[in-house]
């Protein structure tokens, strides 16, 4: 599983090396509202990224559940959510930045003292709104995982700062 995670990260760094002459970095933060099964979960994660040009982004995400629930008496707990992404979009007028992202994620979840783990290609959509040179405010969409009958996706709001 980890595997997976290095073998993608290492690409996109590669990646990043390589395009520094026209690339922008960036940080940020999302919350999100996740349902994971039945559960409605709620993560904070942060994001780390590359624009490798003005239609091409990668970023690793590194999260944590902050709001479990309780399922027919078990209690459900996101413990982690790890990812790197692709995204590409269109800018519109040079305020809007809509968006697919297409990835990795390796997400955890505990319930009741046990722990069961996964991961599985993700994607989803979203769009930048540029506030200035270095801030954009996020809104996004994204499927995480669908394995085994068990979903995990949900809606983010969130910020970057550009640099």
């Known amino acids: 599983m980890f595997k997976k995670i290095t073998t993608v990260s290492v690409a996109l760094a590669a990646l990043t090396c390589g395009s520094q002459a026209m690339a922008a970095n960036y940080v940020g933060g999302n919350i999100a509202a996740v349902e994971a099964g039945d559960a409605d979960l709620v993560a904070l994660y942060g994001r780390l990224g590359t624009e490798f040009s003005e239609n091409f982004s990668g970023e690793v995400r590194l999260g944590t559940g902050i709001d479990d629930d309780t399922i027919y008496g078990n ?89």
Do not use: W
Request: no cysteine.
């Open 75 to 163: 209690k459900v707990k996101l413990k982690h959510l790890v990812g790197a992404y692709v995204r590409g979009g269109i800018p519109v007028a040079d305020v809007f930045f809509p968006y697919a992202t297409v990835g990795f994620t390796d997400v955890k979840l505990s319930s009741n003292g046990y722990s069961d783990s996964g991961n599985d290609i993700s994607f989803g959509f979203g769009t930048d709104i540029r506030i200035n040179p270095n801030v954009d405010l996020n809104i996004e969409y994204m499927n995480y995982y669908d394995k085994h009958d068990v979903t995990i996706d949900g809606f983010s709001v969130g910020a970057t700062y550009r640099f």
